[in-house]
């Protein structure tokens, strides 16, 4: 069966830090991924996603970037946090990009201080 | 610009009556729409769906119904129990490989 892991589970960093969010996925190949942010009266807002190694696309300009040097790991990092980076990330993946719906991670709280 | 509007932010009912959650989008390519339910610390699981070819999908308890003209969407639970309490999000895509785009999402509290 196919499983989603996330980590940390919960990151308390200061301002200015850099920041490596590691996501991996289980029994499946070649999924699509996705990083979401969930932060205070935005909703679910999606950061990045990638159909493939090394195939990032960006939907929000930002303070972050994503890898995927690996088939089924996608890393979200960030060169120097910001306060407003400050939220609950999620990584997703999906067998392309409908139909099934996404499966999540368990999530990492990111509190920058 | 938000394209997947969920315009309530919060829904309280009594356990046994039906939960009415609404969604609105605005992008009319989107063909395939998503309901997604979330506690607290953890990640959203996967509720119910629907493409645009229907207009209603039923699964248990829980009911989507899709106005296409109205371009809105509706998730019906019924009867509401208080281990519905969760975030709902509402989520919406494009058959044309895009990522799924989603609400702000609506708080269902439901009292026993």
């Known amino acids: 069966s196919q499983t989603i892991h996330q980590w940390p589970a919960t990151l308390v960093q200061p301002v200015g830090s850099p920041l490596s969010l590691e996501c991996t996925v289980e029994?499946?190949?070649?999924?699509?991924l996705y990083w979401y942010r969930q932060a205070a009266g935005r909703g679910l807002q999606l950061l990045f996603y990638?159909?493939?190694?090394?195939?990032i696309s960006s939907e929000v300009p930002q303070n972050l970037s994503a890898s995927r040097p690996q088939d089924r790991q996608f890393i979200l990092s960030s060169k120097k946090l910001l306060l407003s980076d400050s939220g609950f990330y999620l990584c997703?993946?999906?067998?392309?990009?409908?139909?099934?719906?996404?499966?999540f991670g368990s999530g990492t709280r990111l509190t920058v201080v | 610009d938000q394209q997947v509007k969920q315009n309530s932010p919060s829904l309280s009912v009594q356990e046994g009556r039906i939960s009415i959650l609404n969604c609105d989008y605005t992008?009319?390519?989107?063909?395939?729409f998503l309901w997604y339910k979330k506690y607290p610390a953890e990640g959203p699981t996967f509720l119910i769906s629907?493409?645009?070819?229907?207009d209603k999908n039923e699964d248990g308890r829980f009911t989507v119904f899709l106005n296409k003209s109205a371009k809105h969407l509706s998730l019906h639970i019924v009867p509401s129990q208080p281990g519905d309490s969760a975030v709902y999000f509402c989520?919406?895509?494009?058959?044309?490989?895009?990522?799924?785009?989603f609400g702000k999402g609506t708080t269902l509290s439901v009292s026993s």
């Open positions: 997703a993946w999906s067998v392309g990009f409908t139909l099934g719906g996404y499966t």
């Open positions: 029994g499946t190949s070649n999924p699509n």
């Open positions: 990638s159909v493939g190694i090394g195939q």
């Open positions: 992008n009319s390519m989107f063909d395939y």
């Open positions: 629907i493409s645009s070819i229907k």
């Open positions: 989520a919406a895509s494009a058959q044309a490989g895009t990522a799924l785009i």
